[in-house]
T-cell receptor, first 113, second 116 residues
């Protein structure tokens, strides 16, 4: 079955610390990869996406993610987090063969000022 | 266009009652998805439409749940004989498969259901 797993459910960091959130997905043919963010009280918003080409993609607010095909991974990174990055982060995979978007369970990030 | 809109934003109902949620996607988007999200979980796929055709339903969608998109524009999700376990946030998202579109999902604010 197609699935997406996020390794960290809760992460607490101090401001200026580096961030890496893991995401792995099950094989299912051609995929498009996304990270969404949900700030408290707001709806899900796209952070960044990978479709093809350079496996290192840059998104908004200084976030980036690296697609490693051999590891079925799409980890999210940010060199220096800010208090305003406190949110929940979801990895999502679009399986083009089935047109299904599958989401991970999310990682709740809290950044301490 | 102001994005995906969902109505109502909050619904409190008693067990056994029927509820209906409406989603208005971004106007040129031909795909529409329904998800359910509970606390501490990611969005769980329920069903999706391409235009007016419902192409897939999750096994999570019991026979008490029905979704329609009659004219390929807005969609409704109805839950009959609600149970306390139906309490969740119901999310609608739309996307386009047209040329130049990246296929990303655009989410609405969600409809929060509380079943007493």
């Amino acid at each position: 079955a197609q699935s997406v797993s996020q390794h960290n459910h809760h992460v607490i960091l101090s401001e200026a610390a580096s961030l890496e959130l893991g995401c792995n997905y099950s094989y299912g043919g051609t995929v498009n990869l996304f990270w969404y963010v949900q700030y408290p009280g707001q709806h899900l918003q796209l952070l960044l996406k990978y479709f093809s080409g350079d496996p290192l993609v840059k998104g908004i607010k200084g976030f980036e993610a690296e697609f490693i095909k051999s590891k079925f991974s799409f980890n999210l990174r940010k060199p220096s987090v800010q208090w305003s990055d406190t949110a929940e982060y979801f990895c999502a995979v679009f399986y083009s063969g089935t047109y299904k978007y599958i989401f991970g369970t999310g990682t709740r990030l809290k950044v301490l000022a | 266009d102001t994005g995906v809109s969902q109505d109502p934003r909050h619904k409190i109902t008693k067990r056994g009652q029927n509820v209906t949620f409406r989603c208005d996607p971004i106007s040129e988007h031909n795909r529409l998805y329904w998800y359910r999200q509970t606390l501490g979980q990611g969005p769980e796929f329920l069903t999706y439409f391409q235009n007016e055709a419902q192409l897939e339903k999750s096994r999570l969608l019991s026979d008490r749940f029905s979704a329609e998109r009659p004219k390929g524009s807005f969609s409704t999700l109805e839950i009959q004989r609600t149970e306390q376990g139906d309490s969740a946030m119901y999310l609608c998202a739309s996307s386009s498969t047209g040329t130049g579109h990246t296929g990303e999902l655009f989410f609405g604010e969600g409809s929060r259901l509380t079943v007493l």
